[in-house]
T-cell receptor, first 114, second 117 residues
């Protein structure tokens, strides 16, 4: 079974700062995928970014980027130029190939202060 | 709008009562999932289905039953609700295939907040 650990229950930064959310995982799978999901107060689950484990290049999506360290089983999310709308719960998630669904971490509550 | 629709959005049950949560998707997805979200616990998989007529247990299946009689619908049942089942329940769906969930992602419903008193 896979486990996903997010060690920061809550983080708070000032608007326009850069913030990094941590995620580690444990798996014996060789082919897998990693995701970051955002959950604002509306409760909707929004995909932020995804990373294929076989790709060495770190994924980027506008202000969001990841630092994927496969050997260390680490998958951190960096948010640059943070905005008030980034305030939300952020979940790291793991998926192996197949239909088993996602394994989520416990989440990090990110607060962007004006 | 296309997507995943969950009904109801809110519900209060008394201990021992039964209810069914409905998830409907109009994207012709094969895979469907039920998760529960509790404070400080993230989302945990209850049951899932890889196609019409199939179901499988996830991480926390006890106290729940599911059915997938139609491809577009995935029902989650609580036969005798307990306070420990107070949670927010999310349904999700995805295309089938080894790489499809990674390539196309999951579509989540907006959740059902269930309180058992």
């Amino acid at each position: 079974a896979q486990t996903v650990t997010q060690s920061q229950p809550e983080m708070s930064v000032q608007e326009a700062e850069t913030v990094t959310l941590s995620c580690t995982y444990d798996t014996s799978e060789s082919n897998y995928y990693l995701f970051w999901y955002k959950q604002p107060p509306s409760r909707q689950m929004i995909l932020v970014i995804r990373q294929e484990a076989y790709k060495q290049q770190n994924a980027t999506e506008n202000r969001f980027s990841v630092n994927f360290q496969k050997a260390a089983k680490s998958f951190s999310l960096k948010i640059s130029d943070s905005q008030l709308g980034d305030t939300a719960m952020y979940f790291c998630a793991f998926m192996k190939q197949g239909a088993d669904g996602l394994t989520f971490g416990k989440g990090t509550h990110l607060i962007i202060q004006p | 709008n296309a997507g995943v629709t969950q009904t109801p959005k809110f519900r209060v049950l008394k201990t021992g009562q039964s209810m069914t949560l409905l998830c409907a998707q109009d994207m012709n997805h094969e895979y469907m999932y039920w998760y529960r979200q509790d404070p400080g616990m993230g989302l945990r998989l209850i049951h899932y289905s890889v196609g019409e007529g199939t179901t499988a247990k996830g991480e926390v299946p006890d106290g729940y039953n599911v059915s997938r009689l139609k491809k577009q619908n995935f029902l989650l049942g609580l036969e005798s609700a307990a306070p420990s089942q107070t949670s927010v329940y999310f349904c999700a769906s995805s295309y089938s295939g080894v790489l499809a969930p990674a390539n196309y992602g999951y579509t989540f419903g907006s959740g059902t907040r269930l309180t058992v008193v």
